[in-house]
Structures are given as C-alpha cells and as structure tokens.
C-alpha cells in the first residue's frame, strides 16, 4: 500500500531522530510505493534557510523521494467538503486548511490528508493530533505515525549521517564558488567586488550648499571641490583593504542588518588648520573650498551598522576673523556580499560551530572529525581564515 509522508519525517531526522530514520530505511527497502506529500514537499524546499532547502532538496533526491501522482480536485475537494462540516467532539476539530505564522497562505495539514486520501493510500506523520484528525475523516494512519517526535536543531549532515547517505560536500562548494570569486576580487584590488545601493550622493549636495554662495566664483569652486571629493570616495571604495572591512563587518551582521559607507564633507571659506601640515599655516581666503573631512574617519571614509543623514551650518574663528563652515555627513549602504550569499555563510558557520560542539562531546568520532575538517576547509577556501567564526581556532590536522 503506498505511502504518503508528512514535512515532519524528514525534519524529524535531521534533529536527530534515530528511530524514524531507521523506519524510513526500512520502509524505502520493501516494495511498497514512498512519496512525499505535495505541500509538505513544497514546505521543505521553499521555506527556511537557503542551505537547508537545497540540503533538504538533496536528500529527497537521493531517496528518490518525489510527490505523489495526481489525483482529481473531485476526490480532493470532497475531503475538503467532509473537513469543514466537522463537529469539534472528544478533543478533535477540523485539519487545519493552512499553515500559520508566515506560511498562512500556504496549503496546510488539510492538503496533504485530502491527497493520501484520494490515493487510498497510507499517512506518515509524527504530527498525533494530525494523525488523529485525519484518521476521523477516513484517512490511513501508517503504523510507523506511532512513532515519537523529538525537538531540537535540524542539522543536514545528520540526517545524511543517519540515511546512510553522508554530508553532501559537493552541494556546499557549489553554493560557495561565487563568494571564491568575491575573495579572490578583494585580494587583487577587483572593482567588481563592492556594490553600492544606492548613489553615494556627493554630487547633489550643490543643490543645498547654503545661500551664501551668490558668486559663479563661488559655485564653480564647490563644484569642482565636490568633483574632487566624488573622486576621492571612489577611490577608497576601490582599496582592497576597505573592501576586506566591508565583507568582514557584513559576515559579523545578524540578518537584516546593514553596512554603511559614511562621509563628512565640509565646505570653507580657506582651508581649516587641520587639514594642512602645521597648526599656524592657515591659508585664509574667500573663495570657498571643499574638503572630505579626515579627522575622524580614517581616509574620510568609514563604515557603520547606522544610516546617517545629518546637515548642520557652523560658525568658527580662525584666529585671523570669522569664517563659514557647513558640513554635511552622508551614508550609503555598501555590500560585498548578496543577502542569499550571506545566508549561506550564516548556514555554514551554525553548522561548523554545531560539528565543532558536537566533536567536543565525542572527541574520538572520526566520521565527526572529517566533517569538522572539510567544513572549515571550506569556509577557509570561501571567506579566509580571518573570519570570525574561526577566530582562536587552531588549524586542524590534514
């Protein structure tokens, strides 16, 4: 009799369910038809983290797990018919029709019992209050649904481990050859290599220099210090040293959070004391110059976790008479990384720091100890031996 899984076999494997897994083998093993449900199929390859959906994806393809054959909407839809008019009795209600939380629109536990029902086949899920409900409204629990369910991380490698199947190395070198190329661009200089979102804005600032400048003298010498200073921030996002700051505070960003090139520009009447070699030699004029402030930021480019948009107009005094100082700070976020490469990285390093953890308990597993090694080979190769989920940590033996 063919049999349908649950999202949850397999999720319940990669946490490390040992008797699940050996069921599964066993049931792969017999002549009977395996497939896996259509939407709980979908769930595993469409949600979570992007090296879990291909992890995930590898196993199902590995087993040949696929989804089922198609089945009628009439044989469906009359499932769906029969779980709406049912009466909450004895502690049991409705299957859900939809998922929750950020999966609300997607086909729920209703979907996959209407398709195992309509495929007179049996239902494998560690779900109990599933099992229960689905059971009530004519669908087949497979014996195997006795099974408990555990909680804890899921973790790919495990459940390869645990199939008989091992860690898919080759998947991971796979996601990793662009951010090879992203190292290798920072290490010679490669322009390529950062990417700007959104205009680093230097030039608009003309449009709100201040009304003081009435002279064509005046604009014109702003324009050209802007010019200067454009010129000057290309430059430094060019430097393969600012690039390496760039991807390195990026690899340190949880989810969501940003990096941000930030910039003073100031405007004078001469030049500010503190831009030139000696404190005394102040070349006061009253031709306007403009400068990419240094005092605070190194090269006059620095980075930040923050957005900064400020524009303020000072007064001074230079010891020679008063002299018009505006100054303008600007951000525009910078990246090395795209947010799936970042993801990557985020997958790789939990997975290295669970192995790392997991090896701590059991020092003399050698299956353990090569996983460990390759996984750190691989983040080396990638990101360097810099980055900072392998900060303090020896090189490991070949």
């Known amino acids: 009799m063919t049999v349908i899984l649950d999202k949850n076999v397999i999720t319940d494997i990669a946490r490390g369910n040992v008797a699940v897994a050996e069921a599964l083998k066993r049931l792969l093993n017999s002549r009977e038809p395996v497939f896996i449900a259509t939407a709980a199929r979908d769930e595993l390859l469409n949600t979570g983290p992007t090296l879990l959906r291909d992890g995930y994806r ?221 404190y005394y030699d102040y070349p006061y004029g009253d031709i306007p110059t403009v400068w990419l402030l240094k005092k605070h930021a190194r090269q006059g480019l620095d980075l930040s976790p923050k957005k900064i948009e400020s524009q303020t107009t000072q007064k001074g005094h230079s010891g020679y008479g008063f002299f018009t100082l505006e100054s303008f700070t600007r951000s525009t976020e910078v990246a090395v990384y795209s947010e799936e490469e970042l993801e990557t990285f985020r997958d790789l390093a939990a997975d290295y720091v669970r192995r790392k953890y997991q090896l701590a308990k059991d020092p003399t597993n050698q299956v353990l100890t090569q996983e460990f090694q390759e996984l750190r080979r691989q983040i080396v190769e990638a990101f360097g031996e810099n980055v900072w989920v392998l900060e303090a940590e020896p090189a490991m033996p070949d």
Do not use: C
Not at 207 to 233: H, M, N, P, T
Not at 240 to 263: H, I, N, S, W
């Open 58 to 278: 590898a196993i199902l393809n590995d087993l040949k797990l696929e989804a089922p054959p198609k089945t009628t909407i009439t044989d469906r839809g009359s499932f769906h018919a029969d779980n709406v008019q049912v009466e909450p009795q004895y502690g049991m209600g409705p299957v859900k029709e939809y998922g929750g939380g950020t999966s609300k629109a997607r086909p729920g536990d209703a979907f996959i019992a209407a398709e195992t029902r309509s495929l007179k086949a049996r239902l494998w899920t560690l779900d109990k209050n599933f099992a229960k409900r689905a059971a009530n409204l004519g669908v087949t629990i497979a014996p195997e649904s006795a099974i408990s369910g555990i909680s804890g991380v899921e973790d790919i490698a495990q459940a390869r481990r645990l199939l008989g199947r091992g860690i898919n190395f080759r998947l991971i070198a796979d996601k990793l050859a662009n951010i090879k190329i992203k190292l290798t661009n920072i290490k010679i200089g490669g322009r390529g290599a950062i990417r700007l979102v959104g205009n680093i804005g230097v030039t608009i600032l003309f449009a709100i220099i201040g009304g003081w400048l009435q002279e064509r003298r005046d604009k014109e010498a702003v324009k050209d210090g802007l010019e200067r200073v454009q010129s000057e921030i290309d430059a430094k996002l060019a430097e393969p040293e600012f690039l390496a700051r760039v991807a390195d505070l990026q690899l340190r960003q949880d989810k969501g959070e940003k990096v941000y090139a930030t910039y003073t520009v100031e405007v004078h009447l001469g030049k500010p004391y503190y831009l030139v070699d000696k």
